[in-house]
């Protein structure tokens, strides 16, 4: 049986971040992108070069799923497919430079936006939200690393 914080935590991280996200993309007046393409983009841009089925596995999703996103993140101009630099039987796929700064962009716009959500919470609320953030990171790495099954 769930504990009631693994309850909470679990209905609260899905809506939490596509409010973020949402609110974010209303912030800056930023295209409607949406979040699984943040993501991967976001993976494109910390692993230059990489093939979709590297990234799928980086990501933990369907190869298929990466495929249809690259697809569209390339006919929206936000990615790069290329022949692979040391096998020509490999496509490689890039962030655009338009990409990156659309990333640079939502991740000042997102800190900006939670700064100013977080100055409408009490001191305490605040607190408390940065005392969580070590053990955030931890539990973000035990649900990466871990065979949870």
Do not use: C, W
């Not at 992108?33 to 841009?45: G, H, N, Y």
């Not at 977080?118 to 001191?123: D, K, N, V």
């Not at 990466?144 to 099954?149: A, C, G, H, Y």
């Amino acid at each position: 049986m769930p504990t009631v914080a693994a309850e909470t935590l679990s209905h609260l991280i899905g809506p939490l971040r596509r409010a973020l996200l949402r609110a974010t993309l209303r912030f800056d007046g930023l295209p409607d992108i949406p979040d699984a393409q943040v993501e991967l983009l976001r993976a494109m841009s910390a692993k230059p070069s990489a093939t979709p089925g590297q990234l799928a596995d980086e990501l933990g999703l369907a190869r298929s799923t990466v495929s249809n996103l690259i697809k569209a993140l390339t006919a929206a101009g936000l990615a790069t497919r290329t022949l692979g630099h040391t096998d020509a039987r490999n496509v490689e796929v890039e962030p655009t430079a338009q990409a990156r700064t659309l990333l640079k962009r939502y991740d000042r716009a997102s800190s900006e936006l939670l700064d100013r959500a977080l100055q409408h919470l009490s001191a305490d609320d605040r607190r408390r939200i940065d005392a969580a953030m070590p053990a955030l990171g931890r539990l973000r790495r035990v649900l990466e690393d871990s065979t949870l099954r």
